[in-house]
């Protein structure tokens, strides 16, 4: 009984993998260590170096783990460059899916929870987004991950399988004792970036556009805490055993906060008065982007401990020092 988490050596993954241990679960981690690093796996989960496309391995170690899930993490995940090599983010996010479902189903496995992302939904028409909004991706990575949760619709049809989609609106965040946190070799996320430029690795930030159409100019998003979106992975993991139907869910707090409000935060907690630059806007960035996220909550019964930016800057801010410590930190 052994959940197989790919992507557990990055972000969200070896969050989820720290959550699922501290449920009482068995974890192997599969990770390419593309992005990822070895020493971000919690110490108590299995680890296989590999692709999550490589279908011998994954049908392998679905055996030799005695693995009866999976949580799907791995994948590339940069909007804009989705927008630059839009095939290659095909390859890892679709193509990849594709073989890892493949496996999956040939194995019998009957539970599988992926990673998506409210980029599914483009441009919506309003705030906040429901789950049943139409999916109209404006950007590559969007539609990469809308097309793995077609093929997994289908195949929950086909197959013996039940899956939960999870629509992760901005992560952010660290666990807040420390085990793990954001460690990008290419940061773009923006309260990364910020905490990086408070901490001195970057020498300073810039904000993609203030022509939107919002109330200061800058793009809104929902921030979500890490350690709350693994724990519902946790939740969407006993819900598809209990017997859950498939569905799709948005994973945020369901308010938003502008560009300009989150260095405002970061300021603020960290009493760093770091260097700010306007800079043209980013292709493929929506100008907002909140959660309606009520059916996380009905459905599996979430209860988000960290709705807080303060909070959420805090644990981002702790963990950038902790790296400083341990020399891993990106180039700026
Ligand atoms: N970070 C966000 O705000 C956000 C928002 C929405 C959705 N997501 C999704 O969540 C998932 C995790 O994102 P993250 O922020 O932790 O990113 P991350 O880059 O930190 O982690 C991804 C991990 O997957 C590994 N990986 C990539 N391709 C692989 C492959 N083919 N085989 C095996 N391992 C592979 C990488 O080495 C890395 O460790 C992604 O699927 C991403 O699209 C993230
Ligand atoms: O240095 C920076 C970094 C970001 N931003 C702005 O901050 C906002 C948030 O940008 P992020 O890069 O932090 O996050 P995105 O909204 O682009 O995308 C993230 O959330 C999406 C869902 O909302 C996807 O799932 C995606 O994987 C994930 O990277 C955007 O308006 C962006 O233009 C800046 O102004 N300066």
Redo the contacts with the bound molecule.
Sequence with gaps: MTVLVTGGAGYIGSHAALALLDAGRHVVVLDNLSQGHRWAVPAGAAFVEGDCGDYELVGKLITDHDVTAIMHFAGS???PESVVYPLDYYYNNTVNSRALAQATVDAGIRHFIFSS???VYGEPAKTPILEDFPSKPISP?GTSKMMTEKMLADASVAHDMNYVALR????AGADPKGRAGQTSRKA???????SQAATGVRSH?????EDYETPDG??I??YIHVSDLANAHVLALEYLENGGESDVMNCGYGRGFS?KE?ISAVKEVSGVDFPVKL?E??P??PAA?IAGADRVREKLGWVPKHDDLEMIVRHALDWEESLKNRQVVDAA
């Design positions: 995940i940069i909007v992302t409210a980029g990575y992760y609106f901005n992560v773009t996320h923006l309260i990364k970036i910020a930030l810039e904000i993609y556009g800058t793009c998003r929902d560009v989150v800079a806007r980013r493929g960035d982007l």
